[in-house]
Every structure is written in structure tokens, then in C-alpha cells.
């Protein structure tokens, strides 16, 4: 399956700008300390939130709840072999947040 890698900028709470098929999106990445999590959400490009605080974990498709007409049409994931995602594991290099286009309905 060919997949896009999205860096997670160096921060706790950061905005990144995507482009899928052509129209722009911001996702916000989040990382609480009280919980040891990572989460994501999607935006427009206006930074309107579409979907918040999704929490990222491994071995599911993250958005697979959320799939409307709205929404890029992608799935968002993290490959990884961890079980769960710590902190500083998409820094280190032991997980990569990424996105698969879904195909056409044709």
C-alpha cells in the first residue's frame, strides 16, 4: 500500500499543512502529558476543526469513524512496532504518522 509520511513537528500542540487530492488541510498534532498520549485532529484550511482529539495508536486505521463527505479522503495511521506511541517516538524515528489515499468510487 503506498502511504505519505507526515512529520510531527518537534512541539507539544502544532498545526501541520497537508494537501490532499489538490484541496488544503491543517491537522494538529497534541501530545498530553497527563495521559502519555499523542492525539490528532482535522481541520480546514481556515483551521475550522472537523474532528479533534483522535488518539493515535497503532494498528488501526484513525479515522476510520469519521469517514464523510467532508473529510480528505484518506485514511491516517502510524506505522510503527510499538504497541503504544510515546512521546518522543515520531522524533526518534520509532513511528511515522502517515495517510493512504482511499480509491476512487467509480
Not at 500500500?1 to 518537534?10: A, G, K, N
Not at 502510524?78 to 504497541?83: A, C, F, N, Q
Request: glycine residues 4%.
Amino acid at each position: 500500500m503506498d502511504y505519505t509520511i507526515i512529520e510531527v513537528p518537534h512541539l507539544n500542540d502544532a498545526f501541520v499543512r497537508v494537501v490532499i487530492r489538490r484541496k488544503v488541510w491543517e491537522l494538529r498534532f497534541t501530545y498530553n502529558n497527563a495521559t502519555d498520549c499523542w492525539k490528532f485532529g482535522i481541520y480546514d484550511s481556515r483551521r475550522n476543526p472537523l474532528v479533534q482529539d483522535i488518539k493515535i495508536v497503532p494498528g488501526i486505521p484513525l479515522n476510520h469513524a469519521f469517514c464523510k463527505d467532508s473529510f480528505p479522503h484518506v485514511f491516517f495511521g502510524v506505522i510503527t512496532k510499538l504497541d503504544r506511541i510515546g512521546y518522543r517516538d515520531f522524533w526518534d524515528g520509532n513511528a511515522k504518522f502517515v495517510f493512504s489515499e482511499m480509491p476512487d468510487e467509480s
